[in-house]
């Protein structure tokens, strides 16, 4: 199936002892590209996680964050040692400024390092834990690979529908070609005659030579064909499957050269406006396929 680099997936569980909190984002990249955000204590962990995520994706910048936390522990806890010592300092400076109030108890317990929330201690987790943590992972990674693979059905559905296009506009820039000898031959008449003419007169080998750069820039059959076959592959790595992103963008590369040389050798409004048309949706393509895997 084909799969986009954008996706995120999320699995959360929780207990009477402790919950935990998998998030994995990804989007488009070059490579793979992974990044963890692990609980202090839980870097061990990484190795195995990026083997499994290895197994599942193929390109995309990947992140994953894992928050942790103890039901046991929860809420907030007051630093009554610190809170006493401020409640002393405050009283001493109050005391010692004329009018000064008595100081206020959520004034002193808003000061910094008086109340923090409680967390747990990665200590704490043990091997079955560690297990379930593991197994969480699998489950948002799941979950992030069907994202990612139910937009890059999406995708694909989009990019046949613009190769239909390329296609369609293949075949209309054929048959526009198919009308420009007349013009080609008038052009090359004239300038056959103005060679003819010449003073001094040219050489019949120089003159051969000029005809056939004439008539070599003014036949688009080879692009046109070699056209026709960038839009089968096209087909086919679409129908295939699988991590085609990269292939297809050098394919990309291969339709706009053909497009751009169909439009150098146009000498028709008819053929130039169709090689217009046809460089606009290889370009949609070309946007498209930067969001392939």
């Known amino acids: 199936m084909l799969a986009s680099m954008t996706g995120f997936g999320r699995r959360e569980a929780a ?3 402790w919950s935990w909190l998998w998030e994995i984002r990804s989007v488009n990249a070059r490579g ?3 990044r963890w955000r ?3 204590g839980l870097d061990g962990l990484e190795p195995s996680l990026r083997e499994m995520a290895a197994t599942s994706i193929r390109r995309g910048s990947v992140q994953a964050s894992l928050t942790i936390r103890s039901a046991a522990a929860s809420g907030t806890v007051v630093n ?3 809170l006493n010592h401020l409640l002393q300092v405050a009283l001493r400076v109050a005391a010692s400024v004329p009018g000064a109030s008595v100081p206020r108890v959520e004034a002193l317990l808003g000061l910094p390092g008086v109340i923090a929330s409680s967390r747990s201690e990665i200590s704490e987790v043990g091997t079955e834990q560690i297990t379930a943590l593991k197994a969480g992972f699998g489950e948002a990674l799941d979950e992030l690979v069907a994202a990612r693979r139910a937009e890059g059905a999406r ?3 989009i990019l046949l529908g613009l190769i239909r296009q390329i296609d369609g ?3 209309d820039a054929e048959a526009a070609a198919s009308r420009q000898p007349d013009l080609h031959r008038d052009r090359l008449m004239a300038s056959a005659t103005a060679l003819l003419t010449a003073v001094p007169a040219l050489p019949m080998e120089r003159i051969a030579q000029e005809v056939a750069l004439l008539v070599s820039k003014s036949d688009v059959r080879e ?3 070699r056209l026709a076959s960038h839009i089968e592959a096209a087909r086919a790595l679409l129908a295939s499957g699988g991590a085609v992103g990269r292939q297809l963008d050098f394919l990309v590369q291969e339709f706009l050269r053909e497009t751009n040389t169909v439009c150098s ?3 028709t409004k008819e053929l130039s406006s169709v090689g217009l048309q046809l460089k606009s949706v290889v370009e949609q393509v070309r946007e498209q396929v930067q969001n392939l895997e």
């Open 15 to 17: 207990d009477a002892d």
């Open 265 to 267: 050798k146009s000498a």
């Open 223 to 225: 692009e046109l064909d």
């Open 169 to 171: 506009l293949r075949l």
């Open 38 to 40: 692990l609980p202090p």
């Open 32 to 34: 793979l590209e992974l």
């Open 155 to 157: 995708l694909g559905d």
């Open 80 to 82: 009554e040692l610190l």
